[in-house]
T-cell receptor, first 110, second 113 residues
Framework: QKEVEQNSGPLSVPEGAIASLNCTYSDRGSQSFFWYRQYSGKSPELIMFIYSNGDKEDGRFTAQLNKASQYVSLLIRDSQPSDSATYLCAVNMITDKLIFGTGTRLQVFP | ETGVTQTPRHLVMGMTNKKSLKCEQHLGHNAMYWYKQSAKKPLELMFVYNFKEQTENNSVPSRFSPECPNSSHLFLHLHTLQPEDSALYLC????????????FGQGTRLTVV
């Protein structure tokens, strides 16, 4: 089983819609969860982090964490074409390891 | 600008060459990381340094040799690489290496010919 799993996509949504990105992880002791955005040819940039169960909102982005189900998600409201990128889920294990999923490619069409 | 700077941005090297990648962070962080990103593969963690001590070596071949002289600088020394080592090499740093988020440099695009 992969440590961090994401659907590779592409996930295609129309402009203005809600994009829902999902991630599962294998280590039940994981403490910290991150979402990064990566544009083609660029390095990953941090969008959000979440440590506790529940929802965390920041502008158009909402991260959701369910530790019992080992599941973390990212919702993007009012999706814009500029949101088109690959979204990487990352999980910090108990050690110093920050492990990434393969990423989900999001396409927002006008 | 994330405060993490990598040089060079692009590198082409032969299989018999020796080269080094450099990473510098101006964030006051204590943990630094090397990741490898190949096409259609997840970011692969290679090495972790926390307070200048190597805490993770993710079964990386010995042709990759890291060096962390202080908390602000990280090097990746390369020798006798293979074409399959061609990838984007990313450096990142975080405050303590525990729960904290990591910030990435721009990466070095390495091509081995």
């Amino acid at each position: 089983q992969k440590e961090v799993e994401q659907n590779s996509g592409p996930l295609s949504v129309p402009e203005g819609a809600i994009a829902s990105l999902n991630c599962t992880y294998s280590d039940r002791g994981s403490q910290s969860f991150f979402w990064y955005r990566q544009y083609s040819g660029k390095s990953p940039e941090l969008i959000m982090f979440i440590y506790s169960n529940g929802d965390k909102e920041d502008g158009r982005f909402t991260a959701q964490l369910n530790k019992a189900s080992q599941y973390v998600s990212l919702l993007i409201r009012d999706s814009q074409p500029s949101d088109s990128a690959t979204y990487l889920c990352a999980v910090n294990m108990i050690t110093d390891k920050l492990i990434f999923g393969t990423g989900t490619r999001l396409q927002v069409f006008p | 600008e994330t405060g993490v700077t990598q040089t060079p941005r692009h590198l082409v090297m032969g299989m018999t060459n020796k080269k080094s990648l450099k990473c510098e962070q101006h964030l006051g962080h204590n943990a630094m990381y090397w990741y490898k990103q190949s096409a259609k593969k997840p970011l692969e963690l290679m090495f972790v340094y926390n307070f200048k001590e190597q805490t993770e070596n993710n079964s990386v071949p010995s042709r990759f040799s890291p060096e962390c002289p202080n908390s602000s600088h990280l090097f990746l020394h390369l020798h006798t690489l293979q074409p399959e080592d061609s990838a984007l090499y990313l450096c990142a740093s975080s405050l303590t290496g525990g729960r904290d988020e990591a910030f990435f440099g721009q990466g070095t695009r390495l091509t081995v010919v």
